[in-house]
Nanobody
Framework: QLQLVESGGGLVQPGESLRLSCAAS????????IGWFRQAPGNEREGVSY????????NYADSVKGRFTIFRDKSKNTVYLQMISLKPEDTAVYYC??????????????????WGQGTHVTVSS
């Protein structure tokens, strides 16, 4: 059974860092497009970053460029989201998602087939 499990969320102060993990089981991550999304209370789910399957192409939302980095460890079948210089507006539930397709509109949550349960990130002083 294909499954994604996020971890690494928590409460941090502005300016601090977190690394989120998205561990996959039942499939090989590098054959899928993996997206990171977030959803704050009252807001729609928004695309944060993605990494494509075999080519490893990445992209980021403008709001996180230069602060977030997505990468994968094939040996652990895990995709990570390294977040630095966190801001209060980064507070949200973060989800990873997978699609077997190469996506040009990676930021559209409707294009993903599999989702994790989410991990909470709170940035507050």
């Amino acid at each position: 059974q294909l499954q994604l499990v996020e971890s690494g969320g928590g409460l941090v102060q502005p300016g601090e860092s977190l690394r989120l993990s998205c561990a996959a089981s039942g499939f090989t991550l590098d054959a899928y497009t993996i997206g990171w999304f977030r959803q704050a209370p009252g807001n729609e789910r928004e695309g944060v970053s993605y990494i494509s399957g075999r080519g490893g192409r990445t992209n980021y939302a403008d709001s996180v460029k230069g602060r977030f980095t997505i990468f994968r460890d094939k040996s652990k079948n895990t995709v990570y989201l390294q977040m630095i210089s966190l801001k209060p507006e980064d507070t949200a539930v973060y989800y990873c998602a997978a699609s077997p397709l190469f996506l040009t509109t990676w930021y559209n949550p409707g294009h993903y087939d599999y989702w994790g349960q989410g991990t909470h990130v709170t940035v507050s002083s």
